[in-house]
């Protein structure tokens, strides 16, 4: 009986589903013919998801994940790129019963074979439609690759630069951060799902994961609902309101919750509130990992938790593929939950077009034909340029003139691979990355570019010093390249002590003693503690890690093809005790005077001044901008209203240049306190000398709303304070508005 039942339920789908034009919106009767054909085995194997970046033989410790592939027991793999090689694994998938297709999936985050700088660089740019394209084009790459899903964007909040993953963000704060996890999610996703040059994106990690406790990654979170809502769900919210295809859940623990294990994180807000259509996949070994939180005694009742939670695929623990099938059949997981997990996995397959042709995104010429076209090299380049900080230029030492003889000295100076950053796709052959010392001999020539490593970014090794300053007497000016290698942020990489490491500041003590002209490059994937640096450079780039086109992006800066305008994202603290230090904190019942160490029984620190060392929003310019001429419509916003602020910016030094205006609220009064600016508004304009601009922002009642502490979104009467500048900390222009 049962064949005939497959008979005719198989014939209907491939009748129905064969020629079907993926782009079509619903797929529920396709899936609603599959599931009722699907063993309960075929089921729990589109929830399971296997790593194929490594072992795969019968002996792995997930077991003989190709002879699963070939029986339909998994349903998505990760970590294998390439148009060939995902065509011989979906080829595997095909064999199986129902031929059901697999998703590739795959760390995408800044870039596939194009990088662009890592996201938290990105992020300074402020510059929401380069970091769009930015998306757009790995996607592109990535696609032709066949990568059907991308593990971005991260869009955890990070107010901790101990948390080495603060690389993987947008910074501190949550409206920037929502604006571009949309334009993340839009840049991945293009035109659409389907589309042969989309990806799915993942907004990860859900939730919290950038307040564990400490900086201490993968470590505990505990919050209230408010704080959880306010900050950190927003990008998470702005990021379903995108339509991002799918979610990735956090390995931390939230409020005594495993976060794989959250009904409220996944049923309650997600699912339900934000009504997400997609399918949630836990992190890595997550759902296993509720053993060691104590949370789960065993692998059975992780998978428990999890399936009921709403984590619908299971990430490499195999807890599904070992357990899901027996709890079902013992009747404690209903089947219809494994259904509705399966469902919004299946969603996404139709949605891809991969029952339409399951080898779709496995074109081997369009591959070659993609990658590293010149138009992503000159976009990641761009990027690159927009997201260097200018930190510190004394005396207009930068930007450089050519002619001089330039030593360019320290460990990041000829390396490739660092230039990529942490969470770069893996190449065996990094050599069309640009260095620092190829960009700036394409800039001025071999004969006027000297160069010595110095010493490593890692151990006391100092043997390289005096090459390195022997080196340096030669030239005119020196370019000190110093700070984090790249595997020194990202995951697993959090760091008590935020300094340069190794010896670098010994050499650089070197270094400044000769008393030539020192300009520093940054290398960075978090904020750093180089106040001693800072104080003896005469020039500071923050250079971070900025992908495939650094040395040319570097020299496009230091020599002025480029002024930079790039703006911190997070707060750079005086000292690690600093840390969490950020710009919207509340005031307190007894705020300290921001001018030095807190006294007289205020908050902060008595051996410390209570300011940063650079503030949200910092950013130097090789020009001078001016803020005047304020107008307002309307001290006074009644409902429904309005209120403008216009102003004029004017560049009043001699170089063109792009100024990122900031607007920013304070709420004096409310049933909650509020934060002491809070950023609501930006514009990125660009100016020639002497050129003015008029900038009109607009307040409107949502950008001075909050959550209450009933947990409504509200706005309430009273006054507020209007603040437009340079950065949270340079405030050029004010005014007063009443809420009524
Ligand atoms: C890692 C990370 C996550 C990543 C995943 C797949 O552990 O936490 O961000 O996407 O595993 O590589």
């Known amino acids: 009986m049962r064949s005939i039942y497959y008979f005719f339920a198989l014939t209907f789908l491939v009748l129905f589903h064969g020629p079907v034009n993926s782009q079509s919106k619903n797929y529920e009767k396709q899936i609603d013919s599959l599931l009722s054909i699907m063993t309960l085995e075929e089921k729990v194997g589109q929830l399971n998801q296997l790593p194929l970046s490594w072992d795969t033989g019968p002996s792995s410790p997930e077991g003989d994940k190709l002879k699963d592939i070939r029986e339909g027991l998994v349903g998505s793999v990760l970590n294998i790129k390439g148009a ?121 990690h859900f939730a919290a994961y950038g307040a564990a406790v400490g900086g201490r990654d993968y470590n505990s979170v505990d919050m209230s609902e408010r704080m959880l809502r306010e900050v950190y769900l927003a990008p998470f919210k702005a990021a379903a309101e995108a339509g991002c295809a799918t979610y990735m859940n956090s390995f931390n623990d939230i409020n005594g919750i495993p976060a794989s294990a959250s009904k409220f994180l996944q049923r309650t807000v997600l699912k339900g509130e934000w009504g997400f259509q997609g399918f949630v996949v836990s992190d890595w070994g997550s759902i296993g990992e509720m053993i060691p939180h104590g949370y789960a005694a065993n692998a059975r009742e992780a998978a428990r938790l999890a399936i009921i939670a709403g984590s619908d695929m299971d990430m490499a623990s195999m807890c599904y593929r070992k357990e899901l099938t027996g709890l079902v059949k013992d009747g404690v997981v209903p089947v219809s939950v494994v259904d509705e997990a399966v469902r919004r996995i299946l969603r996404m397959k139709f949605t891809l077009g991969l029952f339409d042709d399951p080898y779709r995104f496995c074109n081997e010429g369009l591959e070659a034909s993609t990658l590293s076209k010149p138009e992503f090299r000159a976009a990641a380049r761009d990027m690159a340029r927009k997201s260097i900080v200018l930190i510190k230029n004394e005396a207009e030492t930068l930007p450089l003139k050519t002619g001089k003889k330039i030593a360019l000295i320290g460990p990041l100076g000829k390396s490739e691979t660092d230039m990529l950053g942490g969470w770069s796709v893996w190449w065996d052959d990094n050599s069309d990355v640009v260095s620092q010392f190829e960009g700036l001999e394409r800039r001025i020539g071999k004969e006027n570019l000297l160069y010595a490593k110095g010493c490593s970014t890692r151990g006391d090794d100092r043997s390289g010093f005096d090459e390195a300053v022997n080196t340096a007497k030669e030239a005119d000016l020196i370019i000190l390249t110093i700070g984090e290698d790249r595997d020194m942020s990202g995951e697993a990489q959090s760091r008590s002590d935020i300094g340069i490491p190794g010896v670098q500041e010994e050499l650089a003590e070197k270094i400044f003693a000769l008393g030539k002209p020192v300009v520093v490059l940054l290398n960075a994937g978090r904020p750093l503690v180089f106040n001693r640096i800072a104080e ?89 901008f001016d803020y005047s001429d304020l107008k307002i419509s309307s001290d006074k916003m009644k409902e429904g ?100």
Not at 139 to 162: L, N
Not at 542 to 561: H, K, Q, R
Not at 682 to 695: D, M, N, Q, R, S
């Open 84 to 204: 060939s090689k995902t065509r011989g694994i979906q080829e595997l998938a095909m064999q199986s019963r129902l031929k059901i297709p697999l998703l590739f999936g795959l760390d995408v985050i800044h870039g596939y074979k194009t990088t662009f700088p890592v996201p938290l660089a990105e992020s300074t740019s402020w510059d929401l439609e380069a970091m769009e394209n930015s998306a757009r084009i790995a996607a592109i790459e990535a696609a032709s690759a066949g990568i059907h899903w991308t593990f971005a964007p991260m869009v955890d909040i990070a107010r901790d630069p101990r948390w080495g993953r603060i690389m993987e963000g947008a910074g501190e704060d949550h409206y920037l951060g929502s604006l571009i996890a949309t334009a993340r999610v839009k840049g991945f996703q293009g035109k659409g799902l389907g589309s042969l040059d989309a990806l799915m994106a993942c907004a990860k």
């Open 536 to 624: 003896k450079a005469d020039a500071v780039l923050l250079t971070w890690f900025p992908g495939s086109e650094a040395g040319n992006a570097i020299a496009d800066v230091v020599f002025g093809d480029y002024n930079p305008s790039a703006k911190l994202t997070t707060t750079f603290p005086r000292t690690v005790g600093q840390v969490p230090i950020y710009y919207n904190h509340f005031n307190t019942g007894r705020p300290s005077p921001d001018d030095g160490p807190s006294r007289n029984f205020r908050t902060g620190y008595t051996d410390l001044e209570q300011t940063p060392a650079y503030p949200f929003g910092y950013g130097l310019s090789y020009t001078k």
């Open 641 to 740: 209203e309005k209120v403008e602020y216009s102003f004029t910016v004017e560049n009043s030094g001699k170089y063109a240049g792009e100024e990122i205006v900031q607007l920013y609220i304070r709420d004096r009064f409310a049933s909650v306190v509020r934060p002491v600016k809070e950023l609501r508004d930006f514009v990125k304009i660009k100016l020639e000398p002497g050129e003015k601009k008029t900038v009109i922002f607009v307040i409107d009642k949502e950008k001075l709303s909050f959550y209450n502490d009933e947990l409504d979104r509200v706005t309430e009467p009273g006054f507020f304070d209007v603040m437009i500048g340079a950065s949270s900390a340079d405030i050029r222009l004010k005014a007063e508005l009443e809420l009524k």
